[in-house]
């Protein structure tokens, strides 16, 4: 019986220690894992928060952009509108030149 129950001792402790080996060599892998995660993600948010920066930067330049055309487009109607009203005055007057009045502006 005593030889049995050495047997069966050494036969858990062997197994004991397999399981704990496999527990040990478990846990580094699930540190390694979790390592490689972390590392993994921290690259994708600096890779997201470079590209949130870079879509920002683009598109402030693209309102300066716009604001700008915007300007200009709006400079011309003025001016058109101006040279429109020059025009006009300039016609209205020559029609009733008879009468000693004189445009406020021709060119």
Known sequence: ???IGLSSL????VFYCDV???????SESIELVQEMYEKGFSALERSHQRSVVEMRRAHRQELEDVRQEMHRLLSEEADATQAGLVSANCLFYANISGKGRKPLICR
């Open 1 to 3: 019986m005593f030889i």
């Open 20 to 26: 704990s080996d496999a527990f040990n060599e478990f």
């Open 10 to 13: 050494l036969n858990c402790h």
